[in-house]
């Protein structure tokens, strides 16, 4: 039997808030989940006496990865993680055990976070905050949102005095891992994506403005960054107005062509990496703060498809 276009348009939106539930919520009604965390150790500590590859390849597949959460699933099926890598992976004992307390005692952090995000919700009331899922993955990213979920990989944010590493990292790259004290701001400025409608980013003004926004919300909350981005942010602003000629000139080129010289492009040695964030930054710090409007302004960033609009609003010239 074919419904009636009233009735289906009814049902359809009844299954949308249904939806929308289940992603979207109040702050104090997210979970945070961090039985991957627990998961993880308890095959570690099985495989890293275990020389031969199968049977360690084995242990991990048994005890981690079948063992997933949703968000350590979703992660998997992104990153193509395998048990076999991380078989390769966990045979650096040294760094491994530099970090396990670390993340294990971020189990206590959860109090801090939600008094985090519930003060990113008074700047912007209209907040809604997704479950997080806390992982150890294989190094690709500090923290996503893949589907609606968050995950934050600890083993990029786990870095203290005591981190050190048999072959796994050098001391240089060593610095692209994010210490503790970054976790509470990396997760702030992963809900700020949770909330934005700009996050398909297809040019270098779109990403710079999608992540620049994020990092300038968690800013403007926390007082901090992520302390692999530091030694970025410091250099942009010793370098903002030579940044900002180049940013102009690379704004019509194919992303893929430029991409190395703005994101993720941490094999650099001339440059620290993610410098669009910084100029994404940027922008939206000089936008915010000659709106009279803050909570509009907000919205606009968060919810602007127009990344060139924003752009001219701003009225950013490189700090001249």
Not at 154 to 173: G, H
Request: contains cysteine; proline residues 2%; aromatic residues 12%.
């Amino acid at each position: 039997m074919r419904l009636p276009c009233h009735l289906l348009i009814f049902f359809l939106s009844v299954l949308l808030i249904f939806n929308c539930s289940d992603t979207s919520k109040d702050c104090d009604s997210i979970t945070m989940n961090f039985s991957d965390i627990d998961n993880f150790w308890n095959a570690y500590d099985k495989v890293k006496n275990v020389r031969d590859y199968e049977e360690r390849t084995k242990i991990i597949q048994e005890y981690y990865i079948d063992k997933s959460s949703k968000g350590l699933k979703l992660l998997i099926e992104k990153d193509k993680l395998t048990a076999a890598n991380y078989a390769t992976y966990l045979k650096d004992t040294v760094f491994f055990n530099s970090i396990k307390s670390v993340t294990l005692n971020s189990k206590n952090d959860t109090t801090k976070i939600r008094e985090h995000l519930n003060a990113f919700k008074t700047l912007y009331p209209d907040a809604t905050f997704t479950d997080i899922y806390f992982v150890i993955g294989q190094f690709k990213r500090a923290g996503t949102v893949i589907d609606s979920t968050m995950i934050i990989q600890l083993e990029k944010n786990a870095k203290s005095d005591q981190t050190e590493s048999a072959f796994l990292f050098s001391d240089d790259q060593l610095h692209n891992i994010n210490d503790h004290n970054s976790l509470i701001p990396l997760v702030v400025h992963e809900q700020v994506h949770v909330n934005q409608k700009n996050i398909n980013t297809r040019n270098l003004l779109s990403k710079s403005i999608c992540e620049g926004s994020a990092d300038f919300l968690m800013y403007l909350q926390t007082g901090k960054l992520p302390s692999s981005l530091q030694e970025t942010y410091a250099y942009g602003e010793m370098n903002e107005s030579q940044l900002w000629a180049k940013f102009q000139t690379d704004l019509d080129i194919r992303y893929h062509y430029i991409k190395t010289d703005w994101f993720y492009n941490y094999d650099r040695t001339d440059i620290p990496p993610d410098l669009g964030y910084f100029m994404g930054f940027k922008i939206c710090e000089k936008y915010y703060n000659d709106a009279e409007d803050k909570v509009k302004a907000i919205k606009f960033m968060l919810d602007s498809t127009n990344s060139e609009r924003l752009l001219e609003l701003s009225n950013y010239n490189g700090g001249l």
